[in-house]
């Protein structure tokens, strides 16, 4: 059985990674800060949670984290949709702890197991890690600089057999992502998705980590761009309907329905 580290269990992306690889046969450590989501979750796939915050994260924390062979660093997100020449400095600080420092901290702790193991790094950054756009300039330049960390570290491990790869997905419907970057503001968080036919959700994403950390171990992939069809380029989102004649795929667990 292969075992999984996934930051940013306790929601979204992260959830869904989490069930996703427990169900194909992982063996699945579950990493946030919210204790009763994040156990609830473990509960539900047989998985183990460790309360953490990536941007304090210790040794001892994971210890029961005997053997690595995925880390995928999902924690993250965004605060605010302010302009550069109003942004908060705390907001970007806290992108950037988390975004950028978080995946650093855990990287860090868990690389020796991932040599040991020849494993995989997955790294959750963003399309915004490709460009600015307006009011995107904290949360661009920390998913820049998450993309330039994971850049860097996979010339670094020329010649370790450790794979790394960088997933960017562009619009992921998730519960809570547009929530905390609007403060809590549930209409703003809603506008953002409205009219649009089909945004990803947490469990597209979760394929794809999937089909990554099952290739085999020589296969490195070193960057997936992922977005709707709806989204043909930050700037170039369609709302309306695209005239689906398939059905929408079925989601195995709330995260995609925004159940909760
Ligand atoms: P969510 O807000 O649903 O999930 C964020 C997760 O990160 C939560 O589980 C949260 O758990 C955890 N987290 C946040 N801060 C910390 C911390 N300091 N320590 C430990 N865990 C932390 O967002 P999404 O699932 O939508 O996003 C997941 C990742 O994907 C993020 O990195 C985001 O930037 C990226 N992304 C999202 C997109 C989207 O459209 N949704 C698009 C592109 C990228 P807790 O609060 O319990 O600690």
């Excluded at 539900?44 to 984290?65: P, R």
């Excluded at 057999?161 to 997905?169: A, G, K, Q, S, Y």
């Amino acid at each position: 059985m292969k075992t999984a580290v996934i930051t940013g269990a306790s929601s979204g992306i992260g959830e869904g990674c989490a069930r996703l690889l427990a169900r194909s046969g992982w063996k699945v450590f579950l990493m946030a800060r919210r204790r009763e989501r994040l156990e609830n979750i473990a509960r539900e796939i047989n998985g183990h949670a460790i309360i953490l915050d990536v941007t304090k994260a210790q040794e001892v924390e994971i210890g029961l984290v005997t053997h690595c062979d995925l880390l995928v660093n999902c924690a993250g997100g965004a605060l605010g949709l302010d302009a550069v020449r109003q942004a908060n400095a705390d907001d970007w600080t806290s992108m950037f702890n988390t975004n950028v420092l978080g995946t650093l901290r855990m990287t860090q702790l868990l690389l020796p197991r991932l040599i040991a193991s020849q494993g995989c790094i997955i790294n959750i950054t963003s399309t915004a890690a490709l460009g600015g756009y307006e009011g995107g300039g904290g949360y661009c330049a920390a998913k820049s600089a998450q993309r330039a960390l994971t850049q860097s570290l996979r010339l670094e491990m020329k010649g370790v057999p450790v794979r790394i790869t960088e997933v960017l997905p562009g619009m992921v419907h998730t519960p809570e992502f547009s929530l905390n970057r609007f403060c809590g503001d549930a209409e703003r968080a809603k506008a953002v998705y409205e009219n649009v036919d089909r945004p990803l959700s947490a469990e597209d994403i979760a394929q794809v980590v999937a089909t990554v950390a099952e290739l085999p171990a020589h296969v490195n992939v070193d960057e997936i761009v992922v977005r709707p069809v709806a989204q043909r380029a930050q700037h170039a989102l369609f709302r309306g309907s695209l005239g689906w004649r398939e059905a929408p795929p079925v989601a195995h667990s709330p995260v995609n329905e925004g159940e909760r």
